[in-house]
């Protein structure tokens, strides 16, 4: 059983920026794809970033790219993602994710842990 825990989440005006972190436990995290999701009030869970395993690889959702970068430092058992230019809409809840198998990264039943999420609120 992984645990994450998120962090780094907070109110900031548009154009600021913020960087999340995830720290995980119980498993082998260089085993883990790691991802980064979004859900925002009546709206359905939204796929924002995804890292491989050893961090070569990455995917986005198209609303976030160009302005939000994923990495991970595997000694220090953690996923970043940095929030850049945001904007209003980009205010949610953001969840932070584990896949020990090879699913696709961008659904969100592809991960088998999750975090508690942290709140993201951007203003005017």
């Known amino acids: 059983q992984a645990q994450l825990v998120e962090s780094g989440g907070g109110s900031v005006q548009a154009g600021g920026s913020l960087r999340l972190s995830c720290v995980a436990s119980?498993?082998?995290?260089?085993?883990?794809?790691m991802g980064w999701f979004r859900q925002a009030p009546g709206k359905e869970r939204e796929f924002v970033a995804a890292?491989?395993?050893?961090?070569?690889?990455?995917n986005y959702g198209q609303s976030v790219k160009g302005r939000f970068t994923v990495s991970r430092d595997n000694a220090k058992n953690t996923v970043y993602l940095q929030m850049n230019t945001l904007n209003p809409e980009d205010t949610a809840v953001y969840y932070c994710a584990a896949d020990e198998g090879y699913g696709s990264p961008w659904l969100a039943r592809s991960y088998d842990y999750w975090g508690q999420g942290t709140q993201v609120t951007v203003s005017t």
């Open positions: 890292i491989s395993r050893s961090g070569v690889n990455t």
């Open positions: 119980g498993r082998t995290f260089s085993r883990l794809t």
